[in-house]
């Protein structure tokens, strides 16, 4: 019986990677699969993993039809077994329900992988879609960590090194310290509700330690 199964976890929890293998097990065994990902770090059609695992996709924009391109493929004489779809939180509701039609109706695995939340920890509408529709919905077993140490759930966005709590839903960027101007920090929700990053917290346990001299 064919599934769709969402594959969930904060920004850096194995996802991509997870993606790349499952990609890997089933055509190693034969399957014929279409892999698609939306706005990867490393850019249009491709799909890119912090383990330094990188390789090429299908870019699905919002125009992009699963169910058309899979019965195009399949027009052609190419089979479609299953389907994975990376940064799945990006894809609309619609698309989501292309995608458990293809469940339903073509017999397709569909495994799709994402976050749950954006940085002001609402539901992405892809997302939420999934949770609605997915046979079964997994949370990565290796989760990031907050500066604390407890398991990450969250994810701050931070302009030049400060958390923010406004702005685009969407904007492409990394978890590492040195990216650019916007980047991502995992938090547990303790700290993304009160605003401590990790720089936060030094700054904070900096200014108590000079309270102590003084
Ligand atoms: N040098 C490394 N050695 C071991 N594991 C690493 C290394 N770099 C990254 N990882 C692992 O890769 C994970 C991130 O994988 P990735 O697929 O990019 O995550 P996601 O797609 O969820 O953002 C990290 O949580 C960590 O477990
Ligand atoms: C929280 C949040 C994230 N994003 C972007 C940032 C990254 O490009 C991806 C997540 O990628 P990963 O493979 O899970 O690390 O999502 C965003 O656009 N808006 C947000 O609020």
């Known amino acids: 019986m064919a599934e769709l199964v969402f ?14 293998q499952t990609d890997y097990n089933y055509a190693a065994r034969g399957r014929v699969g279409l892999v698609f990902t939306r706005h990867d770090r490393a850019g249009a059609a ?10 090429a996709a299908r870019e699905a924009d919002e125009t992009t039809d699963f169910g058309a391109v899979v019965a195009d493929e399949r027009r052609q004489g190419r089979p479609v077994d299953y389907v994975v779809c990376d940064e799945a939180q990006f894809y609309s509701p619609a698309q989501v329900e292309q ?10 695995d569909v ?3 994402g976050i749950t939340t954006d940085f002001r920890t609402r539901l992405f509408p892809g997302s939420a ?13 290796v989760p990031a960590l907050c500066w604390c140490g407890r398991p990450a759930t969250h994810q701050a ?15 492409v960027g990394d978890t590492a310290a040195s990216a650019a101007v916007v980047a991502y920090e995992v938090l547990c929700r303790r700290h993304h509700m009160r605003g401590m990053t990790a720089a936060a917290a030094r700054q904070h346990a900096a200014a108590s330690d000079s309270r102590l001299v003084l």
């Open 7 to 20: 594959f969930t976890g904060t920004m850096d929890s194995g996802k991509s990677t997870l993606a790349l």
């Open 46 to 55: 491709r799909i890119s993993s912090r383990l330094g695992l990188e390789t």
């Open 99 to 108: 995608l458990a039609r293809l469940v339903d109706e073509v017999e397709i």
């Open 129 to 141: 879609r999934l949770l609605e529709l997915a046979d079964r919905t997994e949370v990565l077993q």
């Open 111 to 113: 495994f799709a992988f």
């Open 157 to 171: 966005r931070t302009v030049d090194g400060v958390m923010v709590v406004t702005g685009e839903q969407v904007v």
